[in-house]
């Protein structure tokens, strides 16, 4: 049984809270979502109903009531006064916020205790419902790619094994068949996110265009392009602003974020190229050639993957929306990765030892006065100490 922290959390907050909130659980896929909730369900002594949107037609609205009115039912059939609703992949279902307003105010207003859990793995699309209809009356759980923590207590995993497998829980067992292990993250992960969680649900008029980026964005993880030459490498007549966009969809689903360039000016901010960073390395390993062992036997190579392994962990901490990532270059002078909490700012240069870059740090501390730089790397914090931080525990 694969158990993380937010099992816990989501169990208090769903027995012990008083039906205030509706719970939106959401996360990229395959990091756990639907298995939380299972297990929840058997160790639950409320009764439950559970059903998945992921195979109904998206404009069944009433598809939602229906489940809700089954949930009612346990609910009146039982001697506990309250029931749970669980409904996952709740994007999927068109107009779905407004259906589950409806429902959520209707037992309001009957003094009907059913607490409601929703899954979904399209952030882009949950967050839409949740402010255009849902306002007040929801609170959300985000479930991200397992920290390097997570995967050393559930699979063993050494420091070195996850910066090249990443976090995937499903996966870890395939590891030592490697060919198997990508085939699984290219069809299971890859495919499935972009043709599901965004080409689905999303209007993306060059979808061939949205999936070269994403290979490009892999295979450049940890450096900057402009959109200019990003578009120059991907050899297609389309535009800056639909890049920008299209990098924003693979954002909201966990595969791939662009960082923008550090500046207490906001303008100046949105303007900068991009610094590509996956959301969890495997998507890197699972594209290569080479394998695990050829790679980590290379530094010039391996230094890569250990600064996209440090960037991933980075990235899915801000999803919480109280850590703010960017990198920072102005003309030769570089600092990796720039972390931004309550106004404090932190500079972070990694040194695995593949190369020996003239560090930016100087540079950095004269423009603006950090609170903090810190080496990952070489004479600093060991990178394999740095992935078992909270980025957030560095403001203390």
Known sequence: MIERSQKSLLTKRIETELRRFIQVLYGPRQVGKTTIALQFMQTTALPVHFASADQVSSGQSSWISQQWETARIKLRGSERQDAVLIIDE????????????????????????????????????????????????????????????????????????????????????????????????????????????????????????????????????????????????????????????????????????????????????????????????????????????????????????????????????????ALNLYYWRQGNHEVDFVLVHSGKVIGLEIKSGHTQRASGMEAFTLHFNPDKVILVGNSGIPWQEFLEINPIDLFD
Request: overall charge positive; charged content about 20%; aromatic content about 10%.
């Open 90 to 321: 709740i994007q999927k279902i068109a107009n779905w916020s407004e259906t589950v307003k409806k429902e959520w105010d209707a037992d309001s207003a009957a003094r009907r205790s059913l607490k409601v859990i929703l899954l979904g793995s399209s952030r882009l699309l949950l967050q839409q419902g949740l402010t255009e209809s849902l306002a007040g009356r929801f609170e959300t759980i985000f479930l991200g790619h397992w920290s390097y923590l997570e995967m050393k207590k559930a699979f063993d995993f050494t420091p070195e094994q996850y910066v090249w497998f990443g976090g995937y829980p499903g996966a870890a067992t395939l590891i030592n068949d490697e060919s198997r292990w990508a085939r699984y993250i290219a069809d299971s992960l890859i495919e499935t996110s972009i043709s599901k969680d965004i080409l689905m649900l999303t209007r993306v008029d060059k979808p061939a265009l949205m999936k070269r980026l994403f290979e490009l964005g892999c295979s450049y993880s940890g450096q900057i392009l402009s959109y200019t030459k990003i578009l120059g490498q991907l050899q297609d007549a389309g535009n800056t602003t639909t890049l920008a966009h299209y990098l924003r969809l693979l954002d909201t689903a966990g595969l791939l974020g662009g960082l923008e360039k550090y500046s207490p000016e906001t303008i100046r901010l949105r303007a900068s190229s991009p610094k590509f960073q996956v959301h969890n390395t495997a998507l890197i390993s699972a594209q290569q050639q080479e394998t695990f062992q050829e790679i980590s036997s290379i530094p010039s190579k391996w230094g890569r993957w250990v600064e996209s392994a440090i960037g991933a962990h980075l990235l899915n901490h801000t999803r919480t929306g």
